[in-house]
């Protein structure tokens, strides 16, 4: 069941910035980041209601105020995403924020948990030097 869902979160990850591109070029990238964070919100209220309220017993002052930044990360993320996706084919689209997070965890693997994997740096390299020639041509 988990590979089924892997694979089905693996064509969403491709459709949906394609899609999210679409919508940037009729209405452009602020409204159409909107538009996510909207319906995300509308999404996360419905399963609060399906799920419970006991589902977020966190009490939100505890936590620290630097952990809040994943919001604006992924306000950065949406935005950027919009706005690239309507200019780059499908595959850049994937790959290149694929060697991004690949490169991000090797240096949070290092610096946080002192090890560091070796074919991740390689398989970076092939996947650059593939982007790299596909360019060129």
Same mark, same amino acid.
């Given at each position: 069941m988990y590979y089924i869902l892997a694979i089905i979160m693996g064509v969403m990850? @491709? *459709?949906?910035p394609v899609l999210n591109g679409q919508l940037t070029?009729?209405? #452009?990238?602020?409204?159409?980041? *909107? &538009?996510?964070? #909207?319906?995300g919100a509308v999404v996360a209220t419905?399963? &609060? *209601?399906?799920? !419970? $309220?006991?589902?977020?017993?966190?009490?939100?002052?505890q936590i620290p105020p630097y952990r809040y930044l994943g919001f604006v990360f992924g306000l950065f993320v949406i935005l950027v995403f919009n706005h690239v996706s309507s200019r780059l084919s499908a595959?850049?689209? @994937?790959l &290149?924020?694929?060697? !991004?997070?690949?490169? $991000?965890?090797s240096i949070v693997d290092y610096y946080l948990f002192d090890s560091f994997n070796f074919k991740k740096l390689i398989g970076v390299i092939l996947v650059f030097t593939g982007v790299w020639l596909n360019e060129r041509k």
């Amino acid at each position: 069941m988990y590979y089924i869902l892997a694979i089905i979160m693996g064509v969403m990850i @491709v *459709l949906s910035p394609v899609l999210n591109g679409q919508l940037t070029l009729k209405v #452009g990238t602020y409204k159409t980041s *909107l &538009l996510n964070f #909207g319906i995300g919100a509308v999404v996360a209220t419905a399963a &609060l *209601l399906i799920f !419970g $309220m006991e589902s977020i017993s966190i009490d939100y002052i505890q936590i620290p105020p630097y952990r809040y930044l994943g919001f604006v990360f992924g306000l950065f993320v949406i935005l950027v995403f919009n706005h690239v996706s309507s200019r780059l084919s499908a595959i850049y689209i @994937v790959l &290149l924020p694929f060697m !991004g997070q690949t490169i $991000m965890s090797s240096i949070v693997d290092y610096y946080l948990f002192d090890s560091f994997n070796f074919k991740k740096l390689i398989g970076v390299i092939l996947v650059f030097t593939g982007v790299w020639l596909n360019e060129r041509k």
